[in-house]
Structures are given as structure tokens and as C-alpha cells.
């Protein structure tokens, strides 16, 4: 079974910071997708950034990064320059690379950017 | 282009009755999946449509049913509603089950509430 844990239910930054979110999970698995998206109050699930398991090089898009630890089973997302508009929900979603579509989310944690 | 749409993005039923939801996935895309979000269990995969085939499940009852159409659009449906039943209904689509890149794309949702 899969599970996804994203221990900080909560977290706030000031505008311009710099701010980590962390998640944690478990798989037997060994090819497969790591994933964070945001979700906005519009509510509409946004992705931010995808890690493949097989590429040990830290996936990187624009203020977001991640930190890749494959044998801890650690992704954690960093977000720097803060802006207001990343105040959101961040989840954490595992997606083993079967063939299908199926998603293993993590609780999310509430990120509010202060100004 | 335009993104995954569903519909209705609100509706309120009793217990006991039914109701089904609908997702136009994005044009080309033809993997449609299904998830659940409420407060208390989060977000959980419901089922994975592709070429009108259920191809995944996830861990929910028999009341939860869903069925692709040749144009790719997906509806779900819901039988003999419970209270718990009350969430948000996120659609995902991808061009294929799997694909190469891991990415879905999400619908704003159906927001259903059971009273």
C-alpha cells in the first residue's frame, strides 16, 4: 500500500521568504511519480512540480524546487520569493508508474503568505 | 484551449436519493479519473476511464459508479446517498492512463451536499 504523510498541517511565510513544505511516504514500489499541486480557494488543483524516482537531479520550476531523498522517501517542496498569491493548499501525491492514473494524495498543508 | 470542465459546480440532494456528476475532459485527452475530497479522509481516488473502460478502482463502495463516453467525457454517480457522501467530486484527465509526463489535469469540482 501507498501512503503519502505531510506532517504540517499549517505553515505561514512572509512575502519574499523563502518557505519549506515537507512530505513523507512509503512504497514498495520503484518507478513512479512524485508530485506537488496547489490548490487555491477557486479550489481548482494546480500542478507545481513533478519528480520522476529514477532522476536523482532535483526537479526544479521557476521560485519552486524539491528536495529528492529516494531512500528516506522524502519530497519536500521549497518555495522561494515568496508571493501572495502562492497562499493555497499544498498536497503531496504519489503515483506509481503502472499504466494508470491513480493518485495517492497526502493530507496538505495550508500555506499563507503574509504581506 | 479550454481545461477539464464539471458539472454541476454545486448541487444539494437528501439521503436516499442519487445523482451524477459530469466531466468533459480536455480535447484529446482520453483518460478521465475520479476523486473524492472531504475534510476527514482527504483526497481518494474513486475510478479511471479510458477508451469508455474502467481500467482502476478505488476503495469505494458499489454505489459509486461511473461510465465513459466515446467523446471521452466521463459522469459518475452516486446511489442511495449517505451523509458522508457530502464532498467535492474532482475530475482529472490526461491524454493517456500513465502518461509519459504523470501529469493530470484537474476540474474545479462538483461540490455535493447531503442533507
Known amino acids: 500500500a501507498q501512503t503519502v504523510t505531510q506532517s504540517q498541517p499549517e505553515m505561514s511565510v512572509q512575502e519574499a521568504e523563502t518557505v519549506t513544505l515537507s512530505c513523507t511516504y512509503d512504497?514498495?514500489?520503484?518507478?513512479?511519480?512524485l508530485f506537488w499541486y496547489k490548490q487555491p480557494p477557486s479550489r481548482q488543483m494546480i500542478l507545481v512540480i513533478r519528480q520522476e524516482a529514477y532522476k536523482q537531479q532535483n526537479a526544479t520550476e521557476n521560485r519552486f524546487s524539491v528536495n529528492f531523498q529516494k531512500a528516506a522517501k522524502s519530497f519536500s517542496l521549497k518555495i522561494s520569493d515568496s508571493q501572495l498569491g502562492d497562499t493555497a493548499m499544498y498536497f503531496c501525491a504519489f503515483m506509481p508508474r503502472t499504466g494508470a492514473n491513480n493518485l495517492f494524495f497526502g493530507t496538505g498543508t495550508r500555506l499563507t503568505v503574509i504581506p | 484551449k479550454a481545461g477539464v470542465t464539471q458539472t454541476p459546480r454545486y448541487l444539494i440532494k437528501t439521503r436516499g436519493q442519487q445523482v451524477t456528476l459530469s466531466c468533459s475532459p480536455i480535447?484529446?485527452?482520453?483518460?478521465v479519473s475520479w476523486y473524492q475530497q472531504t475534510p476527514g479522509q482527504g483526497l481518494q481516488f474513486l475510478f479511471e476511464y479510458f477508451s469508455e473502460t474502467q481500467r482502476n478502482k478505488g476503495n469505494f463502495p458499489g454505489r459509486f459508479s461511473g461510465r465513459q463516453f466515446s467523446n471521452s467525457r466521463s459522469e459518475m454517480n452516486v446511489s442511495t446517498l449517505e451523509l458522508g457522501d457530502s464532498a467535492l467530486y474532482l475530475c482529472?484527465?490526461?491524454?493517456?492512463?500513465?502518461?509519459?509526463?504523470?501529469?493530470?489535469?484537474f476540474g474545479e469540482g462538483s461540490r455535493l451536499t447531503v442533507l
Open positions: 480535447s484529446g485527452h482520453r483518460s
Open positions: 512504497t514498495s514500489e520503484n518507478n513512479y511519480y
Open positions: 482529472a484527465s490526461s491524454l493517456v492512463p500513465g502518461a509519459v509526463t504523470g501529469e493530470l489535469f
